[in-house]
T-cell receptor, first 115, second 110 residues
Framework: EAGVAQSPRYKIIEKRQSVAFWCNPI?????LYWYQQILGQGPKLLIQ????????DSQLPKDRFSAERLKGVDSTLKIQPAKLEDSAVYLC?????????????FGPGTRLTVT | GEDVEQSLFLSVREGDSSVINCTYT??????LYWYKQEPGAGLQLLTY?????DMKQDQRLTVLLNKKDKHLSLRIADTQTGDSAIYFC??????????FGSGTRLSIRP
């Protein structure tokens, strides 16, 4: 079974530029999560999708971050414009059912550096 | 608010047992988890415990939960070099959101 795929693995941009990350969850997984992991900290949930609907985006900085999962499969996370404090690893995870969220499978992450 | 705390570092000798501790704040947490993160990789679920249990054992891993003190621990028996990683404690809050601690970096001495 293929795992959660993410691309790119690394990205370096200047502040005020835009960036987009892509995630392909495990086939059949209805729930998709985006986390931000700042160096030395644990992951922080940004947004959670159930199929193509948003379940929780309470910690997403909506003035600059956006995410979509149009067909209920792949998802993209965008930052526009980026700030220095956005430097982090962005992790995507998926699970089969919303109520079984303990079975989250994580991708390798995208490491973003904002200069 | 919801918070999960862990010590930052732990160093153990190869072959000894490792005990990683965690405290959490949400008394209505349903599940508590331990994740492992190796360098450059995502998080891997190691084990979890439901809040009505006191202990769970899975091969070399033993999870202890003290719900009264909101304290969770992970014991790794016969620690090996492959156990070197960052270990994250996490709680599933009443809002069905998972809150992660900052992680404990486990290093193994020969």
């Amino acid at each position: 079974e293929a795992g959660v795929a993410q691309s790119p693995r690394y990205k370096i941009i200047e502040k005020r530029q835009s960036v987009a990350f892509w995630c392909n969850p495990i086939s059949g997984h209805a729930t998709l999560y985006w986390y931000q992991q700042i160096l030395g900290q644990g992951p922080k949930l940004l947004i959670q999708f159930q199929n193509n609907g948003v379940v929780d985006d309470s910690q997403l900085p909506k003035d600059r971050f956006s995410a979509e999962r149009l067909k209920g499969v792949d998802s993209t996370l965008k930052i526009q414009p980026a700030k220095l404090e956005d430097s982090a690893v962005y992790l995507c995870a998926s699970s089969l059912e919303h109520t079984d969220s303990y079975e989250q499978y994580f991708g390798p992450g995208t490491r973003l550096t904002v200069t | 608010g919801e918070d999960v705390e862990q010590s930052l570092f732990l160093s153990v000798r190869e072959g000894d047992s490792s005990v990683i501790n965690c405290t959490y704040t949400d008394s209505s947490s349903t599940y508590l988890y331990w994740y492992k993160q190796e360098p450059g990789a995502g998080l891997q679920l190691l084990t979890y415990i439901f809040s009505n249990m006191d202990m769970k054992q899975d091969q070399r891993l033993t999870v202890l939960l003290n719900k009264k003190d909101k304290h969770l621990s992970l014991r790794i028996a016969d620690t090996q070099t492959g156990d070197s990683a960052i270990y994250f404690c996490a709680e599933q809050s009443s809002a069905s959101k998972i809150i992660f601690g900052s992680g404990t970096r486990l290093s193994i001495r020969p």
